[in-house]
């Protein structure tokens, strides 16, 4: 089975991570992740993001560094992520691709349901106080 490669962002502001509702009916359908979503084959992982942050949320984003990168096997598909911090640019998110977004702080991560595949990022950054810093 082919790998999905996948983008997605991680928006701080004033101690807050923004992270978004999967719809119901979509694969994980329910569950809290970072925004983003699947790269196409011309795009790297930088313009893949910007252009899904733009319709899922209607924002413009500067990608800044890599936190982090998870290949992960689900039963039905193998995704390959790579997580990138990301500064808004301009307006307000509004959940237009995603059933909801939130800004929530380092103790509220694990109130938050989030896919298998997001563990080892949930961790990190629960510990690592550096990434909730604004840019």
């Given at each position: 089975m082919s790998a999905i490669d996948v983008a997605a962002g991680l928006i701080f502001r004033e101690g807050l991570?923004?992270?978004?509702?999967?719809?119901?009916?979509?694969?994980l359908g329910g569950l809290w992740e970072f925004p983003g979503g699947k790269r196409e084959s011309e795009e790297t992982f930088e313009q893949c993001?910007?252009?899904?942050?733009?319709?899922?949320?209607?924002?413009?984003?500067?990608?800044?560094?890599?936190?982090?990168?998870?290949?992960?096997?689900?039963?039905?598909?193998?995704?390959?992520?790579?997580?990138f911090r990301c500064r808004l640019i301009d307006s307000e998110p509004r959940a237009?691709?995603?059933?909801d977004l939130r800004w929530v702080r380092r103790e509220e991560l694990f109130?938050?349901?989030?896919?298998?595949?997001d563990e080892r990022l949930l961790e990190k950054l629960s510990v690592e106080s550096g990434h909730w810093t604004t840019v």
């Amino acid at each position: 089975m082919s790998a999905i490669d996948v983008a997605a962002g991680l928006i701080f502001r004033e101690g807050l991570l923004l992270i978004t509702q999967r719809r119901q009916g979509d694969h994980l359908g329910g569950l809290w992740e970072f925004p983003g979503g699947k790269r196409e084959s011309e795009e790297t992982f930088e313009q893949c993001l910007r252009r899904e942050l733009q319709e899922e949320l209607d924002v413009r984003v500067e990608v800044l560094d890599l936190i982090e990168v998870i290949a992960h096997e689900y039963a039905e598909k193998s995704v390959n992520l790579r997580f990138f911090r990301c500064r808004l640019i301009d307006s307000e998110p509004r959940a237009i691709g995603c059933a909801d977004l939130r800004w929530v702080r380092r103790e509220e991560l694990f109130d938050c349901k989030f896919p298998a595949a997001d563990e080892r990022l949930l961790e990190k950054l629960s510990v690592e106080s550096g990434h909730w810093t604004t840019v």
